[in-house]
């Protein structure tokens, strides 16, 4: 499977546990990026939250959030 070239984008606590909000990265799928940021339980592509697997491309930004906490 080829790498894709994706900007991702961390929101709230998940900048704070990894140093960073935004970067680019190279890799195969969604899963991936699972499995490198674990906290991240809200996923959107390109602005659509996403609930089930989708095919990323080359140039898609990915946004990576944490569990939203209210009262």
């Known amino acids: 499977m ?9 929101f709230a606590k998940l900048r704070e546990i990894y140093g960073f909000s935004v970067t680019e990265m190279e890799v ?8 490198k ?6 996923i959107a592509v390109n602005g659509k939250l996403i609930d089930k697997h989708v ?14 906490s209210g009262g």
Not at 37 to 42: D, G, M, P, R, S
């Open 2 to 10: 080829k790498k894709k070239k994706v900007k991702v984008r961390l």
């Open 28 to 35: 195969d799928s969604i899963e991936e990026l699972q499995s």
């Open 37 to 42: 940021f674990k906290e991240a339980v809200l």
């Open 55 to 68: 095919e990323i491309k080359d140039g898609d930004t990915i946004d990576l959030m944490p569990p939203f």
